[in-house]
């Protein structure tokens, strides 16, 4: 995913008293919600924002890019002036937003592959759905009457329509492969260990079982505490940190629960992906996890002592378990005092349809 903000002419700060500016042009990419690259109109260089992706992409993939990314600055200076004028605002003083989405979404099949499921090329103006793109139809779908001009102009575009469609279904599907086998390789080789564990309570007879799982990359995991195979809920005390951030782009996240000291139970601690993770059956001693870390469980039988349980993360995931490229935007565009200030914000995978960009 691409993200891409231009502002005409000059700097424009947020408040006088903010030491936040914005520039004429930013763009940044996106993979599963890290900032994978970026680029911005004061440097006009494409540059790489994680080691693994330095590593993994030659240098004219850089230098390629950064004319690319040149060249669609250009493409929404024009194309908000479009849009503008057809909308009648040219003597707005408020700014205006042009989104772009566009992503592909793939399944993994039984014998790794990956499927094909869902991509969406679509634009949004002032926050609202604008013009999308129906990769099964190869239609363009133009919701309100100011989009029928562009609809038309595009669905007269048979180029236009067979690259948007085969870079969805295939182009995006192979970056989105090649980006998340680099970064699968990358956490295995700065995996580390990580450790659950048993602490005193304030009740003298009591320990406190915590179970802590960091170093993971998606916000979507499931963290559970069994006690002899049963999984432990809030009824039995649980309680959680829910997942927090790190300062490394990772999160965390911390489940504990009171136990008595005599108690001979055997307690374990299971970590999941939410999207499709298929861990082995309790009693196995793994469990497998989508990001692509083996977690091995030791289950200790906590008696008067203090226990651990230690998850040692060790080998990489051989199959993708679900692969989402992440194909939205939040972002809205901030309100300057200034007059006829636009702005434009484009998402994109790997320069997408670079050399297919008609005007609206």
């Not at 629960?257 to 059956?281: A, Q, R, Y």
């Amino acid at each position: 995913m691409d993200l891409q903000t231009y502002l005409p002419s000059k700097k424009i700060r947020a408040h006088p008293s903010s030491s936040c500016v914005f520039l004429p042009f930013t763009a940044m990419g996106l993979l599963d919600g890290r900032m994978i690259d970026y680029y911005d109109s004061e440097n006009q260089t494409k540059v790489p924002k994680q080691e693994w992706m330095r590593e993994h992409l030659p240098a004219d993939y850089w230098e390629k890019g950064t004319q690319s990314r040149r060249i669609k600055q250009q493409w929404f200076k024009v194309n908000i002036g479009i849009l503008m004028e057809r909308m009648r605002q040219n003597d707005s003083a408020s700014p205006h937003v042009l989104q772009w989405m566009v992503g592909c979404e793939g399944e993994t099949q039984p014998n790794g592959a990956l499927r094909f499921v869902h991509g969406m090329s679509k634009y949004n103006y002032d926050g609202n759905d604008f013009l999308s793109f129906d990769d099964k139809s190869r239609v363009w779908v133009a919701p309100v009457k100011e989009a029928l001009p562009s609809k038309t102009k595009w669905d007269d575009n048979q180029v236009l329509k067979e690259y948007t469609k085969g870079y969805l279904e295939n182009e995006c599907i192979d970056w989105l492969i090649s980006d998340l086998t680099a970064e699968i390789n990358d956490r295995a080789d700065a995996a580390q260990t990580d450790c659950v564990h048993g602490l005193s309570s304030r009740v003298e007879t009591n320990l406190t079982l915590t179970c802590l799982a960091t170093g993971f990359y998606s916000k979507n995991i499931i963290v559970r505490i069994r006690r002899n195979g049963r999984v432990l809920t809030e009824d039995d005390g649980l309680s959680s940190s829910g997942v927090l951030p790190n300062n490394d782009e990772t999160f965390q996240r911390r489940d504990h629960v009171e136990i008595l000291k005599s108690d001979l139970s055997k307690f374990s601690c299971e970590v999941v992906h939410e999207n499709g993770d298929h861990p082995e059956e309790p009693g196995s001693g793994a469990r497998i996890g989508a990001e692509g870390v083996a977690l091995a469980v030791i289950a200790l039988v906590f008696g008067g002592g203090l226990g651990l349980i230690c998850l040692h993360k060790k080998g990489c995931l051989s199959k993708y378990s679900e692969l989402l490229c992440i194909i939205y935007i939040t972002a809205a565009a901030p309100v300057f005092q200034s007059s006829n200030t636009s702005v434009i914000i484009l998402l994109g995978l790997h320069e997408g349809v670079k050399g297919h960009m008609s005007v609206m």
